[in-house]
């Protein structure tokens, strides 16, 4: 969505308390939590935290290349290993290979044990932690082709997401088409990404919103009576008849889309 209406911000309550369970999870709404959408870009239960009771570091420890196939010992594979409360250190471990990319598996963040490729991890799927796919590593858009470089919501490590078409979407079991800062890309949703025309929502990776809806600024939603003052909204074709509920239009949904994603649209009251 058009960057510059994201400005109204409040807390999502209901998106807070679904997630608070996880101790990974970083309540957008306040900025803080236990340090682990969705939608953010990358700049089981194995014991929590490291036997010292250090926190660990919000900033990566890069031991391997986690992109690079190359960059461990024959044997061994670069994956995301839990340090404290932060799951960024890129070490090399067994390489226990026995799934294939996009396979169920079982997050292992402690051990690294989980059975996917190198260079992939077992991504969790809900917030409890306890089950997961084989998404491939990142650290930034350029290690994804032509896909992005996006945060997992519930563990926060960094994984790639190919581009999809919002309005045909075409996704990985476990994934959805969602927006990204200039694209729609196969993220990971949240239990509670489900809603529709006027759900509330909140804008960083338009949490609260079901595939097919972005979130916006809610003085442009026609019936919006969301508390956080922003709700979802239905994606649109620019080139394409008008579909959006009267007196909404279908409007640019990027400022600055990505190359092939200046047809797409989000139904609002132009401002």
């Known amino acids: 969505m058009p960057s510059d209406r994201r400005w109204l911000q409040a807390p999502l309550l209901a998106i807070a308390a679904a997630l608070a369970c996880n101790p990974y999870y970083e309540d957008p709404t306040t900025g ?3 340090g682990g959408g969705g939608s953010e870009s990358a700049s089981g239960d194995e014991t929590q935290g490291s036997a010292s009771g250090d926190p660990g ?38 390489d226990d290979t026995a799934l294939t990319l996009y396979s169920t598996c079982v997050p292992a963040p402690v051990s690294g044990q989980d059975l996917c490729p ?6 969790p799927t809900s917030g409890d932690g306890g089950t997961g796919i084989c998404a491939p590593l990142c650290l930034g858009d350029s290690e994804c082709g032509s ?31 969602r927006q990204t800062d200039d694209a729609f890309a196969c993220l990971f949703p949240t239990e509670v990404d ?9 804008s960083e990776g338009d949490r609260g919103c079901g595939q097919g ?29 008008e579909t959006c509920p009267i007196p909404a239009t279908c409007n640019p949904a990027f400022t600055d889309p990505a190359p092939g994603y200046d047809w797409v649209g989000a139904c609002y009251i132009p401002y």
């Open 32 to 34: 803080g939590g236990g």
């Open 57 to 94: 570091s919000p900033v990566a420890e890069l031991h391997c290349k986690p992109a690079d196939l190359d960059s461990c010992p024959e044997g061994q594979k670069c994956t995301a290993l839990l340090v404290g409360h932060y799951q960024n250190v890129y070490d090399c471990v067994e």
């Open 118 to 123: 190198p260079s992939t991890v077992c991504a």
């Open 147 to 177: 896909g992005r470089c996006i945060e997992n919501p519930y563990n926060r490590v960094p994984v790639c997401g190919e581009i999809c078409d919002p309005l045909t979407p075409i996704c990985p079991a476990e994934l959805e088409c």
């Open 194 to 202: 489900i809603g529709t025309e006027t759900a509330q929502c909140y």
């Open 213 to 241: 809806y972005v979130c916006e600024a809610g003085v442009l939603i026609p019936g919006c009576q969301s508390p956080t003052g922003l709700c979802c909204t239905a994606v649109c074709d620019l080139e394409a008849p």
